[in-house]
């Protein structure tokens, strides 16, 4: 199992270019997650989904969209990039929670995200 | 919504000393505690989490404790080693909907050798 596996790494965008992040799983996790982590802040929750065809805002989505149409996918689209995106961006995934309890998430090794 | 807040901020210890790392939570709702370690330029990973029907969970170096009356869990960590450097974040995760989890805001930890 590859786990979570997000791409680019790294990238550069200049202001107003648009780009989309990719974040694919192979866990067979229903939720999907994408965080933002500013410079020694912690991680703020932009969009989620609970399975294929369903998404929802977190607390920061403006500027960003999102789609679902396979488990495995939850790519994050910047359609405007602004210097305020410029930030670590990582995509999380997780199964829901069994009888009992919850589930941990499970994170890729993000994308670095510049806007210049 | 839950609030998660996280003490200290900062911590240096020496090396083989104890750690302990605070964080209280706001929603009573919430009821599964995980900790994350999060080295420089790495993504996030779980290094224990506990549930709130138990009260400590231990492995190896690392103890997690949770008071659900108080609100507040910690993350202690015996005779730690440089390799322990790292940023930790605390997380309550709502048991409703889409296992809604919140953060507390990170403690950056030095292990002096």
């Known amino acids: 199992n590859a786990g979570v596996t997000q791409t680019p790494k790294f990238r550069i965008l200049k202001i107003g270019q648009s780009m989309t992040l990719q974040c694919t799983q192979d866990m067979n996790h229903n939720y999907m997650y994408w965080y933002r982590q500013d410079p020694g802040m912690g991680l703020k929750l932009i969009y989620y989904?609970?399975?294929?065809?369903?998404?929802d805002k977190g607390e920061v989505p403006n500027g960003y969209n999102v789609s679902r149409s396979t488990t495995e996918d939850f790519p994050l689209r910047l359609e405007l990039a602004a210097p305020s995106q410029t930030s670590v961006y990582f995509c999380a995934s997780s199964t829901p929670p069994p009888r009992g309890g919850n589930q941990p998430q499970h994170f890729g090794d993000g994308t670095r995200l510049s806007i210049l | 919504g839950e609030n998660v807040e996280q003490h200290p901020s900062t911590l240096s210890v020496q090396e083989g000393d104890s750690a302990v790392i605070k964080c209280t939570y706001s929603d009573s709702a919430s009821n599964y505690f995980p900790w994350y370690k999060q080295e420089l330029g790495k993504r996030p990973q779980l290094i224990i989490d506990?549930?709130?029907?138990?009260g400590e969970k231990k492995d190896q170096r690392i103890a997690v404790t949770l008071n659900k009356t108080a609100k507040h869990f910690s993350l202690h960590i015996t005779e730690t080693q440089p390799e322990d450097s790292a940023v930790y974040f605390c997380a309550a995760i709502d048991p409703g909907g889409y296992q809604k989890v919140t953060f507390g805001t990170g403690t950056k930890l030095q292990v002096i050798p």
């Open positions: 989904s609970v399975g294929a065809g369903i998404t």
């Open positions: 506990i549930r709130s029907n138990v």
